[in-house]
């Protein structure tokens, strides 16, 4: 089983839609919960990240973890073509005294005009 | 936010010659800096954590002989490959700022895109 699992996609949404991001996560040990972006060619930037159960909001953006079911989700809302990207999720995972950041594999969103 | 300077975007060198990759910090100080790898289409693979001071931490099945990485401030880890093949062309991310606290994310640099040819 891996650490970090999403679904590969593509997901497809029309544009003004809302898109759902999932991603299930192994150690319940995981303390935080991150949600990058990434763009063909490009390295991930930082949407937004989340360490206590619920909901988190962020403009058009909303993380929701889950730790009795180890799972975090991102909702985009009135979704924009400029969306279309790879979203990452990844977890801090403390190891041996220091700690990682472990990434899933992305999942490919393309918002349709 | 924090931002991390990764330097070159982009090199292309012969089989056989060694590449050294830069990756500083430049708003804040980063005692632990992350070095990954990706290959077209393809997750985020860790290679290696760059701890300032001391001996890089490797993750399983890289080979710290050939990916050379070095710590020695803390605003600066420095990636080599050495002896560089066509099999390591790859794109090289390096990212720092995560302290390891529930509310500590990483910051990447822009990535080095490497072509052995």
């Known amino acids: 089983q891996k650490e970090v699992e999403q679904n590969s996609g593509p997901l497809s949404v029309p544009e003004g839609a809302i898109a759902s991001l999932n991603c299930t996560y192994s150690d319940r040990g995981s303390q935080s919960f991150f949600w990058y972006r990434q763009y063909s060619g490009k390295s991930p930037e930082l949407i937004m990240f989340?360490?206590?159960?619920g909901d988190k909001e962020d403009g058009r953006f909303t993380a929701q973890l889950n730790k009795a079911s180890q799972y975090v989700s991102l909702l985009i809302r009135d979704s924009q073509p400029s969306d279309s990207a790879t979203y990452l999720c990844a977890v801090n995972k403390a190891t041996s005294g220091t700690y990682k950041y472990i990434f899933g594999t992305g999942t490919r969103l393309k918002v349709l005009a | 936010g924090a931002v991390v300077s990764q330097h070159p975007s982009r090199v292309i060198c012969k089989s056989g010659t060694s590449v050294k990759i830069e990756c500083r910090s430049l708003d804040f100080q980063a005692t632990t800096m992350f070095w990954y790898r990706q290959f077209p289409k393809k997750s985020l693979m860790l290679m290696a954590t760059s701890n300032e001071g001391s001996k890089a931490t490797y993750e399983q099945g890289v080979e710290k002989d050939k990916f050379l990485i070095n710590h020695a401030s803390l605003t600066l880890s420095t990636l080599t490959v050495t002896s560089a093949h066509p099999e390591d062309s790859s794109f090289y991310i390096c990212s720092a700022g995560g302290r390891g606290a529930m509310d500590s994310p990483l910051h990447f640099g822009n990535g080095t895109r490497l072509t052995v040819t």
């Open positions: 989340i360490y206590s159960n």
